[in-house]
């Protein structure tokens, strides 16, 4: 095998940067977690204490365990602070220079259709009181396991997004790919949950129904939909094909700042899109400019290949978001 395990591609990498060492041991750590919480997902009904469970009582066990699991690693790697997006905030070591946010299973109530769910997380520079106060730019290093067929993470420290591979026989995770960035020959596919295009604002349903016109609308060329209803699932499809995600806020009680949170969804999945390559937005501001003024605050998310999120950003810069009367039901007011 010609892979390099994550540790030592780690140690290789933070070779005089003491905040790159750091941030590599948090990683080795997370990475350890992930294949505890890989094998219980994996086994599923055969954990012990799941026989009996109603499906609310399953998807709360599986969170529960897969949280315990990432905060034990965590605590014993060099972070001052664990906020969790279930479960608030954890003291870690007194001193240690990063800080942690983590959703630790993002998906879990996917686990009986089995699609794949996976953790999604970010490390930051500690600043006390005002470490999750920061805009996502401050970010040291992001990224996400996915636990599919394969057990994979896609990270990055800054320098490009690297994917590695979990070998299943050991757990032992090999970085199989170094520079991965978005294709530039893009699919043509788009992923959003339709069942809620009456909520959504002119902007996207117009973008939304341009898609859906294909070779016979504005775009001139036919999309495919992709839904998985898991976000981790979404972005490494997205980050391997390209194509673009659109989570909205809309008209809904509870979803008119977007439903994702900042800290815990958006801005990991901003940070390895932008450093593959791609964009991630709001609609109309980056991501990762966007401060915090909570840690479980909301926000609408569009990422992926950067022309299709670019072109989002133009829909809402146009008067009523560019929205069609039944006249044009065929074509759309407008070409790009």
Known sequence: MGYQTLDAWLAEQAKGDAVLQAAGEILNGLAQ????????????????????????????????????????????????????????????????????????????????????????????????????????VAMAAAGFFIYGPRTALAFTIGRGVQVATMDPETGVFYVTAEERSLPKDYAREYAVNASNYRFWDPAVRTYVDDLIDGADGPREVDYNMRWAASLVAETFRILNRGGIFLYPADSRPGYGQGRLKLLFHADPVAMIMEQAGGMATDGQERILEKTPQARDQRTPLFFGSREEVERVRQYYQLPLGGSRSPLFSKRGLFRF
Do not use: C, Y
């Open 33 to 136: 977690a992930a294949r505890d919480v890989s094998r219980m997902v994996a086994r599923g009904p055969l954990n012990p204490g799941v026989e009996g469970k109603t499906l609310p009582e399953v998807f709360a066990f599986f969170d529960e365990k897969a949280g315990e699991a990432f905060v034990s690693a965590l605590k014993a790697a060099p972070v001052a602070r664990i906020a969790r997006e279930k479960g608030g905030l954890e003291d870690g070591r007194a001193g240690a220079p990063l800080a942690v946010t983590i959703d630790a299973l993002n998906g879990s109530s996917n686990i009986d259709a089995n699609t794949s769910p996976g953790t999604l997380f970010a490390i930051w520079p500690e600043k006390g009181d005002e470490t999750f106060a920061q805009p996502g």
